[in-house]
Nanobody, 125 residues
Framework: QVQLVESGGGLVQAGASLRLSCRSS????????MGWFRQAPGKDREFVGA????????QYSDSVKGRFTITRDNTKSTAYLFMNNLNPEDTAIYYC??????????????????WGQGAQVTVSS
């Protein structure tokens, strides 16, 4: 059974940084585009960013561009979301997801094949 497991969430103060990890198993990780999404209380799940299978190209939503960075280590089958200068509006459950589609389709949630269980990130003011 394919698994994506997020870790690294928590409670931080505004201005702090966090790193989320997403470790995969039972997929050929290096062939998947890895996306990050988040869902704040009372809101729909939204795209945060994604990284192409080749370790280089990334995309980010306007709300996190310049503050968040996505990387991946294909040797560890793990993707990372580095979040800097967090603010209370970043409070949400963060999900990683894997897609066999290219980065150009990374905004489309319905095109992802596998999802993690989510990691809570809470930012206090």
């Amino acid at each position: 059974q394919v698994q994506l497991v997020e870790s690294g969430g928590g409670l931080v103060q505004a201005g702090a940084s966090l790193r989320l990890s997403c470790r995969s198993s039972r997929i050929t990780f290096s062939t998947y585009t890895m996306g990050w999404f988040r869902q704040a209380p009372g809101k729909d799940r939204e795209f945060v960013g994604a990284i192409a299978w080749g370790n280089t190209n990334t995309q980010y939503s306007d709300s996190v561009k310049g503050r968040f960075t996505i990387t991946r280590d294909n040797t560890k089958s793990t993707a990372y979301l580095f979040m800097n200068n967090l603010n209370p509006e970043d409070t949400a459950i963060y999900y990683c997801a894997a897609s066999r589609n290219g980065l150009e389709y990374s905004h489309y949630q319905q095109l992802y094949d596998y999802w993690g269980q989510g990691a809570q990130v809470t930012v206090s003011s």
